[in-house]
């Protein structure tokens, strides 16, 4: 069976400027792909090729087979899209936007009326269809924002972070229908900064910074091409040197690489345990007044580190 979708060598510049800058990667029909990296990272301008709002500088893509480029109709009518902003009417209910969005679909009358509901229900908002968008929460605003990109039923969604500035519990309902929407055959590219939703939602994760896609693969996959680094993360006081902290951590057998980040330092390295002591010591003769030392096992956000250097949610 085809890949859903087809990236082939995806180019984005403004100017002197690549925002996406070669990227190629499939998703196959019913999987959850995920592209984790921190803000500017290109994602959401990849994102915005694939469902022709830009125009790539170079390359194509083909979804359910049709090109980006040239057939974008048959591309708009088989994806469907939740933008990182809330695409809503305030003063237009929840039922009135719906409407709205399901009408540039070409849905109408009986049809229209039953995706509308069917939706509703699904996000656990039909008691609130006759409110006006002003009303609602943040998380609420996302979920409609969700609803409007599945009335025409696409078989491929675009999801650019779609948890971002929302409370916990509309952030683990979204999460939740997410995958049940997965279960359900939905296919979806999901588009994130945090570690953890790319961890628990995704099939295949694709790291990306700087408008380069770095690497591809499952957890496990991506786990083994940088090996089983643990990240001891050193948080310190504010007015400490990192720059001489992470100089006299680089030398310790077993750390294979220091990274200095806003309130401290991240080292990667194996046998945590074993290096852990030695690590304290020569922080503190370095003049660091740790606040406090928190180790992580192998993950997603320890290959990013691997990979680009740089922590996550920088």
Do not use: C
Not at 241 to 269: F, P
């Amino acid at each position: 069976m085809p890949p859903i979708l087809q990236a082939m060598n995806l180019v984005k510049k403004f100017g002197d400027f690549t925002a996406v800058d070669d990227v190629s990667f499939e998703i196959m029909e019913g999987e959850i792909f995920s592209l984790l990296g921190p803000n500017g990272a290109g994602k959401t301008t990849t994102i915005s090729m694939l469902s022709t709002l830009l125009e790539p500088t170079s390359g194509d893509a083909l979804i359910n087979g049709y090109s980006i480029t040239k057939e974008d109709l048959q591309v708009l009518n088989s994806i469907g899209i939740v933008p990182q902003e809330v695409a809503l009417y305030d003063e237009l209910t929840a039922l009135e936007n719906l409407n709205y969005w399901g009408k540039l679909y070409n849905l109408r009358g009986r049809k229209l009326s039953q995706r509308v509901k069917e939706v509703l229900e699904q996000i656990g908002l039909t008691d609130r269809a006759k409110d006006r968008i002003k009303t609602y929460s943040g998380g609420m605003k996302r979920r409609i924002n969700i609803a409007a990109g599945l009335l025409h039923q696409p078989k491929l969604l675009f999801m650019d972070e779609p948890t971002a500035g929302i409370d916990p519990q509309s952030r683990r309902m979204i999460l939740n229908m997410v995958k049940e929407m997965n279960q359900q055959g939905m296919s979806i590219l999901y588009t994130t900064h945090y570690m953890e939703e790319a961890q628990e939602l995704s099939d295949r994760v694709g790291i990306i910074d700087h408008g380069k896609l770095i690497s591809i693969g499952t957890q496990d996959e991506l786990t083994q091409q940088v090996g089983e680094n643990d990240s001891i993360r050193i948080e310190t006081d504010p007015t400490d040197d990192l720059a001489t902290i992470a100089a006299s951590l680089e030398d310790i057998d077993d750390v294979s690489k220091v990274i200095i980040e806003a309130n401290g330092v991240t080292l990667l390295g194996r046998n945590a345990g074993q290096i852990l002591a030695p690590i304290v010591n020569r922080a503190t003769q370095a003049g660091a007044r740790i606040r406090s030392i928190e180790v992580i096992e192998p993950n997603l956000e320890t290959v990013f580190l691997q990979l680009t250097g740089r922590a996550l949610r920088d």
